[in-house]
């Protein structure tokens, strides 16, 4: 090889040559006395540097404890107030409980409700004809509808889905939303505490 | 680091006490995008830096004595002058050559981690390596000697 590879030297000192580079250096050093010579200062250079051992610093014990004295005291907060913290942090986890029992209940109901159609049980009345109206069999009344037995039964079968539809929907809505506000009280508590650390 | 940075053991403390309580403070807004030892390292380079700029306000930072006056045989006494040797001409460097080869030669990061510490390109940590390197091999060219 005729260059020097003097560019290549501090990298190579440093543990920062890689592949077909560190191969180039390595056999052109096995060759070149004056490369070697000036990887030879570098490695000196270091040595030196790290022979003057830092002397008169303070024990480590004694060093941890001045640090823990200069560290700002974090307020003690009230039981209430701590309470409280808990219950923000675990609402997350109660929102998933209401969830879940929501669920529950509108699967059982369902089951329960097909399980007596099937067996024919008439817990609920709905293969009596219609006694009182519903808000669908007034509408069509009023529209001068005939409705025969069968129709009242699937429309009171209709209402009462549309009211456990409701009953189910809103529920999942208002979980939706309360856990979406957790989710951004949570965003405006660490911006806080970020321009809180910003400033002091 | 930071008594490379300092070249005086009060001042390190100083700078070393600061860095851990900015650290502290700052816990919140460390994002573990990088390397919390790079995180921690930039605090202390900073501190550092801070303290001595602090310091030449009030005290000339040259005239610090850097050798140890208690009595010892010869040899620990020549090799006390030239660590103090050695000290002062790492504190003679321009901080910003100085940030990086304490970074590299007593923090051990490699030049991708001093890149990202720093905020600076692998370019600039290469070059300012070699200058730092350059200077001290001037300055200390009689110590290299007896290495």
């Given amino acids: 090889m005729n260059g020097h590879v003097t560019p290549w030297l501090a990298a190579y000192h440093d543990g920062e040559l890689h592949g077909r580079r560190l191969r180039q250096v390595e056999e052109h050093l096995a060759e070149c006395a004056a490369c070697r010579a000036e990887l030879k200062e570098l490695q000196s250079l270091s040595a030196l540097l790290h022979e003057s051992a830092a002397e008169g610093l303070m024990p480590a014990e004694r060093f941890v404890a001045q640090v823990g004295l200069r560290l700002p005291r974090r307020p003690t907060k009230p039981a209430w107030q701590r309470t409280l913290e808990t219950g923000w942090r675990l609402a997350p986890a109660g929102l998933v409980g209401v969830w879940a029992f929501v669920q529950a209940v509108f699967i059982v109901a369902g089951v329960v409700m097909i399980a007596l159609q099937v067996y024919g049980v008439d817990v609920l009345g709905l293969q009596q004809p219609a006694h009182h109206e519903t808000w669908l069999t007034a509408a069509l009344s009023l529209l001068g509808a005939r409705l025969g037995d069968t129709t009242l039964t699937i429309l009171k079968e209709l209402d009462m889905l549309r009211w456990g539809l409701t009953f189910y929907l809103t529920a999942t809505l208002a979980i939706v939303l309360l856990y979406w506000s957790w989710l951004a009280s949570l965003w405006a508590r660490r911006q806080h505490q970020q321009l809180q650390a910003q400033a002091s | ?147």
């Fill in chain 2, 1 to 147: 680091m930071v008594y490379r940075m300092c070249g005086d053991a009060n001042l390190a403390e100083d700078a070393a006490q600061e860095a851990f309580i900015r650290a502290w403070k700052h816990l919140p807004s460390y994002r573990p995008r990088s390397p919390f030892r790079n995180w921690v390292y930039r605090i202390a380079n900073n501190a550092a830096l801070d303290v001595l700029r602090r310091q030449r306000e009030t005290v000339d930072v040259d005239a610090l004595p850097l050798a140890n006056s208690g009595a010892s045989p010869e040899a620990t006494v020549e090799k006390e002058e030239r660590a103090a040797r050695v000290r002062q001409a790492v504190l003679d460097l321009p901080d910003a050559s100085r940030a990086v080869l304490v970074l590299r030669e007593y923090g051990g990061l490699s030049y991708k981690e001093i890149a990202d510490t720093l905020s600076i390109p692998i370019g600039t940590v290469m070059s300012r390596l070699n200058y730092a390197r350059n200077r001290l091999r001037d300055l200390l060219s009689p110590c290299l000697e007896d290495i």
